[in-house]
């Protein structure tokens, strides 16, 4: 995974113009992939089983609801001494915005086998996308931030960290009636071995500045 740069070193990072299309481009892919996820109705990732269940319950757009939760998932970085970078501020809107116009361009299907077209082609374009905003190395999202920051703070791996996470939001979202199926497992196998294959071929050499060695 691309190292970590404070924000100022973001800005001054060397092949910026394509940094910034990358990450604005694989944050837009990762809210139309979550929208075919969504439509395939075959179940959703934990997070987006929260969201799902707040959006119903709220009466919200479900991408409205993406971008107050990353919000104020945000904020609990204060106490964890997280820096946020431009990356993470734009996920918090980018994605949410992108989520909703994927909605409104992409009808609800009924036959299955659309269904679980818009499944894995969902999952395999999060893992693309994912890759492609991390691999710009302007920060990482809110959720991710919030994970790495308990790891930090706790010294818990981030095994157990993330997967106590995912299980308190994916009981929360099921409690409020978000979509649990086989795509919630699909998502949890798959999304892993996607981003880390996909990353080596979206990766952004870095130039390092003098006495530091050049990230690969």
Not at 1 to 22: A, D
Not at 24 to 33: H, I, K, R
Not at 104 to 128: E, Q
């Amino acid at each position: 995974m691309p190292p970590e740069l404070s924000p100022l070193r973001q800005l001054r990072t060397g092949r910026l113009p394509r940094r910034l299309v990358q990450l604005y481009a694989g944050l837009a892919l990762y809210g139309f992939s979550m929208a075919l996820v969504l439509r395939a109705d075959l179940g959703l990732d934990p997070w987006d089983v929260l969201h799902q269940g707040l959006s119903e319950q709220l009466g919200w757009s479900f991408g409205t609801v993406v971008i107050v939760v990353g919000a104020l998932v945000l904020l609990l970085w204060v106490p964890l001494r997280q820096r946020p970078g431009l990356g993470t501020v734009s996920n918090v809107v980018v994605i949410g915005v992108a989520v909703d116009a994927g909605l409104a361009v992409l009808p609800p299907v009924d036959s299955l086998p659309v269904r679980i077209g818009l499944l894995v082609g969902g999952v395999v374009l999060n893992g693309l996308a994912g890759a492609t905003y991390l691999a710009s190395a302007f920060g990482a999202g809110p959720r991710d931030g919030l994970m790495t920051g308990l790891v930090t703070r706790t010294g818990r791996s981030v095994r157990l960290v993330r997967t106590c996470l995912e299980l308190t939001v994916l009981a929360v979202g099921l409690l409020l009636g978000g979509t649990v199926g086989v795509g919630t497992v699909l998502y949890a196998v798959a999304i892993g071995p996607l981003v880390q294959l996909f990353l080596p071929l979206v990766a952004v050499r870095l130039p390092a500045r003098e006495g530091e060695p050049v990230p690969a």
